[in-house]
């Protein structure tokens, strides 16, 4: 059996009263790419912030190339994990954010090579050459020395993106990628995933772009209300979607002219 | 009022400058170090952080320059009257900027705390790199502020025995008689050097890279 | 070294005296600082640009130098203009003038809060100026314009402390010669400082209870 690049059991949340995940079991396969799709509300972003080790479960456990992720299981129960457990747990896992969340004190290449500088503790001229060529792979090259507020969001979203890859990952977490992008904007953005997919990256991608979800994703994972209702590959849940839920929430998307499945 | 006077009060304008200058940095650091104390989780640092500031903002500066003046001999450290006045303005301006940075620490997006989280920074690498910067840039106006105002403060010096600007106006004034003219001529380089920092600042600040969204 | 705090607190009714003309300059120059702001600041916005720009003078020429170098041209520079002032006068003419120039700005960024419309929709109902100012523009502002008012009441009572380098015999004044009369000097700042500081914290005290009061008016 091949070990999963993430492994999801048993996983709950709630924050205060309300519930946002009730146990939710998912195997992320190595090399693919999966998609989490749902209505806002449905726990999509939390089950991802959760796979990032930003939000931690009340309940179940999540593994990433093996290792656990959050806590730690002892002699006498699980105890949350130290800042540098936890940061050595997802040192494999690169994530973009909805907002971009770039450094607005940082140029491009600073946003890029900081991490590399100051966690990797690489000599600045080798972190820069490393980052120049993660921002020519982004076709950011000739930005390198703008400033956040000199990009479109396209272009920041491409940087972040290109941040996180600087770091080695070998998964890649994407938060809505394209949610906060103005509509000619969001092309650029999915291509260059499209393109990391191509590489046999493994990602997981929360996003409300249906036709990148049936045309890239492997695996499509629809969530409501907390509740991972069902996953398959995009032309079993598009083709012909047998769930009232899932029906109603692709008739949203329907009117958007999004849905592009055969 | 002659032109060797006013040349006096220019050259002791020097030690104005001087003086608030290092007064401005040295709290600054303070200042830094009061908000990392005070966002440390640790609650003696936090309560330690605050009386600090309390109490330097919650007595005038003379009473502080007086205090510390007077208190250092005693308990046998004796500096001289332009490190006594730095440590002053230094001690009382760092409480102010640190009040000014709690605002600037808390309108750091904490998505950009987050996003260096996955890069992997840890905490005390996030304070350094992201979180000081960010609130340093969105607090600069009030640092621009705070540096006119200690330039103003700096008159308050001469009670420790240093002859700056306002200290040499009251010598001049004591020994010439003219008090009208020396005290405006004092007044005036007030003036002009407090805009020429306000101009250089809004300069300075056009050209800072841009401020987080939101 | 050994501190004698008894010689100092022995001074009790003196202390209290030197309290009382802090407390007293404070209030009534930061009432006539606030009363004569306010008047620059309606100047400003109603008579025009030239008085406009006439006025932004002294107001920055008022925030743009030391407090001590202007009650020091005032009380030393007076009299060769016969202006002859006793220290209390002069005192509370400085802290009230000099109030003045940073009061006036803080009712000048309450009067641009409130929006054009509302003062042509209080003419065109026929209020007078000075109703449009009393019943419509004052209430509007005073939410935005309180915090800072208060803040800087806080700051001209630490600067009262001044006035005692032109013997203005408040507390700073009187408590430091208490001190040196005594031999206990260090000991009378000390004293000096804590007075000052629970005074300080008292006054931040009233100070957000009052918003707190007076916050929840707000209909916005």
């Known amino acids: 059996m091949t070990q999963s690049a993430i492994s999801i059991q048993n996983v709950s949340k709630q924050f205060g009263d309300t519930i946002v995940l009730r146990d939710i079991n998912l195997e992320v396969p190595r090399g693919q790419v999966s998609c989490l799709i749902g209505p806002s509300g449905s726990g999509k972003s939390t089950l991802l912030r959760c796979m990032a080790g930003l939000e931690h479960a ?22 949350r994990q130290s800042a540098a457990e936890l940061r050595r747990a997802r040192s494999r896992i690169g994530m973009v954010f909805q907002q971009f969340n770039l450094w607005p004190h940082m140029t491009a290449l600073g946003n890029v090579s900081a991490a590399l500088r100051r966690v990797r503790r690489m000599p600045r001229k080798e972190a820069e050459d490393k980052a120049m060529a993660q921002l020519e792979k982004v076709d950011l090259a000739a930005r390198a020395h703008h400033y956040p507020s000199q990009l479109s969001g396209g272009q920041q979203q491409r940087v972040a993106i290109a941040r996180a890859l600087a770091l080695d990952p070998t998964i890649m977490l994407f938060d809505e990628p394209t949610s906060a992008l103005d509509p000619e904007l969001t092309g650029e953005v999915l291509n260059v995933m499209r393109a990391l997919a191509d590489e046999g990256m493994t990602m997981v991608v929360v996003t409300h772009e249906i036709g990148f979800a049936a045309s890239v994703g492997n695996k499509v994972c629809f969530l409501d209300h907390g509740r991972l209702l069902f996953h398959d590959t995009p032309d079993k849940v598009f083709a012909a979607p047998r769930n009232p839920r899932l029906e109603q929430f692709l008739d949203t998307y329907l009117d958007r002219g999004a849905f592009l499945v055969q | 009022m002659t032109w060797s006077l006013f040349q006096l009060l220019l050259q002791a304008s020097l030690m104005t400058i001087f003086v608030s200058a290092i007064s401005i940095c040295a709290g600054l650091a303070i200042a830094v170090v009061l908000s990392a104390l005070r966002m440390s989780g640790n609650r003696l640092a936090y309560a330690g952080a605050g009386l600090f500031i309390s109490f ?159 | ?135 419509i523009l004052l209430p509007e502002m005073a939410l ?13 009572l630490k600067d009262t402390a001044l006035l005692s380098l032109i013997t203005v015999p408040e507390m700073t004044m009187t408590v430091s010669a208490i001190g040196s009369q005594q031999y206990a000097f260090v000991e009378s700042i000390v004293v000096l400082a804590l007075v000052y500081w629970g005074l300080v914290e008292l006054a931040n005290w009233l100070g957000r209870f009052t918003e707190r009061k007076i916050s929840k008016l707000s209909v916005t």
């Open chain 3, 144 to 156: 935005l314009v309180l915090p800072p008012s208060l803040n800087m009441s806080v700051i001209l």
């Open chain 1, 58 to 79: 009340d309940a179940g456990t999540i593994t990433i190339e093996g290792a656990p992720l959050g806590f730690v299981e002892g002699p006498d129960g699980r105890r």
């Open chain 2, 56 to 214: 330097f903002r919650g007595v005038p500066l003379l009473v502080q320059l007086l205090l510390i003046f007077n208190l250092l001999p005693v308990i046998g450290i004796t500096l001289p009257s332009l490190a006594t006045a730095i440590i002053g303005l230094s001690l009382c301006t760092a409480a102010y900027q640190a009040e000014n940075l709690r605002g600037g620490f808390e309108g750091v997006p904490i998505g950009l705390i987050e996003s260096a989280e996955m890069a992997g920074f840890s905490r005390m690498q996030a304070f350094v790199y992201i979180r000081t910067p960010i609130a340093l840039r969105l607090t600069f106006p009030a640092l621009v502020n705070e540096a006119i105002l200690i330039l103003k403060s700096s008159s308050l010096v001469s009670v420790v025995g240093l002859v700056e600007l306002t200290k040499m106006a009251q010598n001049l004034s004591a020994s010439t008689y003219q008090p009208l003219p020396i005290f405006a001529s004092a007044g005036l380089i007030y003036l002009v050097i407090n805009l020429i920092v306000a101009l250089a600042a809004r300069r300075a600040e056009a050209a800072l890279p841009g401020l987080p969204a939101k």
């Open chain 3, 1 to 135: 070294m050994s501190f004698d705090f008894a010689v100092i607190l022995a001074k009790g009714p003196q202390i209290l005296a030197g309290l009382g003309v802090t407390i007293l300059i404070w209030v009534v120059g930061t009432a006539l600082a606030v009363a004569l702001g306010f008047v620059v600041a309606t100047a400003r916005r109603f008579g025009g640009p030239l008085v406009n720009a006439v006025l932004a003078v002294p107001v920055e020429v008022l925030r743009g130098t030391p407090f001590l170098v202007q009650i020091f041209l005032l009380y030393f520079g007076g009299p060769y203009i016969g202006l002859r002032l006793d220290p209390v006068t002069a005192g509370l003419l400085g802290l009230s003038v000099y109030g003045a120039a940073y009061y006036s700005e803080i009712f000048r960024a309450g009067y641009q809060s409130v929006p054009p419309g509302h003062v042509e929709a209080a003419e065109c109902v026929g209020l007078s100026r000075g109703q449009t100012i009393l019943f």
